[in-house]
């Protein structure tokens, strides 16, 4: 069974850009021992340059990013979930972006977190679209340890054996079609007649609710079950939707586009929508393309 190293050379994956997603393979290693260890549960006391509340893990999480890439002279440039803005951290000409802990709500309930990562060569993230991206990642924090990690020649998971290893477990993941709905912002139904038709169709054609209340998971089930729709949309309370373009779904777009699925905000391909400042929101379908297609033919 291939390593996450041995891979990356499989694919020819230049040295710079291998020994960039390697610094980023350590990072969730040491996040998932933290998560175990389970000894940062409890609010920091503080909240992020959105106003949302953070706990001490998304601060450690986001420690042990930044601390790893501080390490690694290729990386110039970072974006952060839990910073206020993008940082130049040296002279490298690649550029990360990333959610070091999404759904961290969840982590007091023990249910499945994640982190997002998307890698650029850039002097700035702001004017970037995901279609730029080189490579970008997932990690599941769950049951077991987990990545989904597309460096654009298809989408593959690894998972973290007994011996702190990742392991090649799946690959070639396709995303085709089939009955699996994980709706978010349910709230929108109460504004947005066109959601509640969309809703009473997934329900009416049976279709099998997958939500957990994390995107990561939430679309790594996709991802691996080959099936379904996540979706985010916006309403007036919250006229761009909840999700952050460059931390969250243009990682998430371009994983699924390389599992053969489709990712939209409704109107325009996620990966097209250039990011006009860090903490960007954007609505986001994300699955399969018949699924994405029927969102924006509803919602668009
Ligand atoms: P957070 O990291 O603040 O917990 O947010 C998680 C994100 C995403 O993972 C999930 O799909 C979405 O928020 C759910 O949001 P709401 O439950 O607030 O609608």
């Not at 040295?15 to 609010?43: A, P, R, W, Y």
């Not at 999404?102 to 994640?114: C, E, F, I, Q």
Request: with cysteine.
């Amino acid at each position: 069974m291939q390593n996450f190293s041995e891979y990356l050379r499989s694919k020819e994956v230049s040295d710079d850009l291998m020994s960039v997603l390697e610094t980023l393979e350590e990072s969730v290693k040491q996040i998932s021992c933290s998560i175990i260890g389970g000894h940062c549960c409890k609010n920091a006391g503080s909240v992020n340059s959105s106003g949302e509340e953070q706990i001490a893990l998304d601060l450690q999480s986001d420690e042990i990013i930044t601390n790893e890439i501080s390490k690694n002279s290729y990386i110039g440039l970072i974006a952060s979930e839990e910073k206020p803005g993008e940082e130049r951290v040296g002279r490298g000409e690649f550029a990360v972006c990333y959610d070091p802990l999404d759904g961290s709500s969840l982590v007091d309930v023990n249910l499945a977190v994640g982190s997002i990562f998307g890698i650029y060569k850039a002097e700035s993230f702001i004017g970037v679209r995901g279609d730029d991206q080189l490579a970008s990642m997932i990690a599941v924090y769950g049951p077991r340890t987990t990545i989904l990690l597309t460096v654009k020649s298809g989408v593959v998971e690894f998972s973290l054996n007994k011996d702190g290893e990742f392991e090649l477990v799946r690959d070639d993941l396709k995303v085709e079609s089939g009955k699996m709905f994980a709706p978010g912002n349910l709230r929108a139904c109460a504004f947005r007649e066109d959601y509640k038709k969309l809703l009473a169709f997934w329900c009416e054609n049976q279709y099998t609710l997958r939500y957990s209340g994390g995107m990561v998971p939430d679309v790594n089930q996709i991802i691996l079950k080959g099936k379904g729709v996540f979706s985010y949309p916006a309403y007036e309370e919250t006229p761009e939707g909840k999700l952050r373009l460059l931390f969250e779904c243009a990682p998430m777009a371009l994983l699924m586009e390389e599992a053969g699925g489709k990712a939209s905000d409704g109107r325009v391909r996620i990966l097209e929508k250039e990011v006009s400042y860090v903490h960007e929101r954007t609505p986001v379908f994300l699955g399969s393309k018949e699924e994405v297609e029927r969102c924006d033919e509803y919602l668009g």
